[in-house]
């Protein structure tokens, strides 16, 4: 037992249960006996109870305003985690592209380049990177809602060139002119129903929010992976498809020779549009269009 | 009845665990479910820390930076501990606000904290129980008095008494040493229950008689 006096501070900790145990323990037989520290023990403790008064809430609305500017911000925060990420992948398909390229010079179409056709040889020496689209180059459409990608055929045609776009057998294409790489593919000719007035049911109210700009830059660099003869590209448009937010961007495709032709019926197409997910780049279909 | 406390603060923490787990991966109900489920011991610590008259925003600075940060916690202090130095942070930045403002403004938030905690208490009474007369008049002291400490005294005995958080949790909040954390609060009861039995020369004449 001692005959000093506790401290503020001793009390406080022992009041707290943090004092050392050794200490508390002479501490406790001190207060026992001693009135003074005894009767400033309960003081603080006063104290430290009267602190802990429960605050009063505030009320319901004033949670309900609180968490939900927060939760906006939580949103904002997701949209540029996912932005980012999509960035990253965007990254990777063009130095598949650039692998590509080289691999190319290298050697693996090597035959292609030997060869008499001039033609092929311009289309495989292309590397999708050399195009550049700027803002006045590329024609942008309305927001589309697209049952098939059969669909955009008017919508083309409106944009690009109205006498002369033709899209007979474009998704049916022998050789595969026309990949078809969603699931549920579309039909190859335009007889669903419901599509008699496709432009009226084409053209929704809403746009969904990502900037067409920003999309078409970011999904851009997906489609040019996956095929490298695109060239340049001519058309683009937010659109819903599958109920999937999608963007369209219709591209010129190389000419091939006459001797393909030959072979590939289909080789008279010369524009090929992409039907992309806005929110991941993936491609969900292929169509290809005669300009 | 300690082990109850510790048990409970156990589910709590394994709760908050679950949502934070979930709220990362991209799910904003976790998200809200975590925000509605803390915000009342938020605003307490707030309401006591800056006062009545800022306690919304400060509440709602803390949960906007909650919402912002929740990404990158990294579960090394239970989320109540992080969440409570979020919102002491977002204190500090309200009474910093308050400061840049001028003198008489300040003169009229004095008198606001009084009347704003009445006004509180009021509405407390219309939707609770009668209250002692006596005991509105401490939720009005006890604001009052509160700003006569230091803003790191006060943090502390909130944290300590009202949010009862052990020293450990509290140095981690307020970053400083445990035995800081010690004397703070050992420091702001003591002034604070000088100040309430009106004789703020108490604690002064027992330091002297102290070895």
């Given at each position: 037992m001692t005959d000093e006096h506790l401290s503020d501070d001793a009390l406080s900790a022992l009041l707290d249960e943090e004092e050392n145990p050794g200490v508390a323990a002479v501490s406790h037989d001190h207060l026992e006996s001693c009135v003074m520290c005894s009767s400033r023990f309960a003081a603080l403790k006063d104290a430290a109870q009267w602190i802990g008064q429960p605050v009063t809430p505030v009320d319901e609305l004033a949670v309900e305003r609180a968490v939900s500017r927060a939760l906006d911000v939580a949103r904002e925060e997701l949209d540029k985690h996912h932005r980012s990420l999509v960035q990253q992948l965007a990254r990777r398909p063009a130095a598949i592209a650039t692998v590509a390229a080289v691999a190319a010079t290298i050697g693996i179409i090597a035959p292609r380049i030997l060869s008499d056709d001039t033609a092929d040889q311009q289309a495989s020496s292309?590397?999708?990177?050399s195009y550049s689209t700027t803002a006045d180059d590329v024609v942008e459409g309305e927001f589309l809602r697209l049952?098939?990608?059969?669909?955009l055929r008017e919508p083309l045609r409106n944009a690009l060139d109205p006498s002369r776009v033709n899209d007979e057998g474009g998704a049916s294409a022998v050789g595969g002119e026309?990949?078809?790489?969603?699931?549920?593919a579309e039909e190859?000719?335009?007889?669903?129903?419901?599509?008699?007035?496709a432009s009226e049911s084409m053209k929704a109210p809403r746009r969904y929010s990502a900037n067409l700009g920003d999309t078409q830059k970011r999904c851009e660099p997906f489609a040019r992976a996956h095929e490298?003869?695109?060239?340049?590209?001519?058309f683009r448009a937010q659109a819903v498809f599958d109920d999937a937010e999608a963007v369209v961007m219709a591209f010129d495709i190389a000419p091939t020779s006459s001797s393909d032709a030959n072979k590939n019926?289909?080789?008279?197409?010369?524009l090929r549009a992409y039907v992309m997910s806005?929110?991941?780049?993936?491609?969900l279909s292929v169509q290809s269009f005669a300009l | 009845m300690s082990s109850h406390l510790d048990s409970t603060k156990i589910a709590i923490a394994e709760e908050d665990r679950r949502l934070v787990h979930l709220a990362q991966k991209g799910d904003l109900r976790a998200t809200e479910t975590l925000l509605r489920a803390h915000h009342a011991r938020l605003y307490a610590l707030c309401r006591r820390i800056v006062?009545?008259?800022?306690a919304d925003d400060a509440t709602q600075e803390a949960l906007i930076a909650i919402a912002r940060g929740l990404a990158n916690f990294?579960?090394?202090?239970?989320f109540v501990t992080w969440s409570y130095r979020v919102a002491t942070n977002a204190c500090l930045d309200e009474i910093r606000k308050r400061q840049r403002r001028t003198s008489h403004e300040l003169l009229q938030d004095q008198s606001d904290i009084a009347t704003s905690a009445h006004i509180n208490e009021a509405r407390a009474r219309e939707s609770n129980p009668p209250i002692d007369v006596e005991r509105v008049v401490d939720h009005i002291d006890l604001d009052t008095a509160l700003t006569a400490l230091s803003i790191e005294q006060r943090m502390a005995v909130v944290l300590r008494?009202?949010?009862?958080?052990?020293y450990e949790e509290i140095a981690t909040v307020l970053q400083v040493p445990p035995g800081t954390v010690r004397s703070r609060i050992a420091r702001g009861r003591s002034q604070l229950r000088d100040y309430l039995a009106g004789n703020p020369e108490t604690s002064s004449q027992r330091q002297s008689s102290q070895p």
């Open positions: 292309r590397s999708s990177a049952n098939a990608t059969s669909d026309a990949e078809v790489t969603n699931e549920s190859p000719v335009p007889s669903s129903p419901g599509l008699n007035n490298e003869r695109l060239g340049k590209l001519r019926p289909t080789s008279q197409f010369n806005a929110s991941d780049c993936r491609v | 006062g009545p008259h800022d990294d579960g090394r202090s239970s008494d009202l949010c009862g958080c052990s």
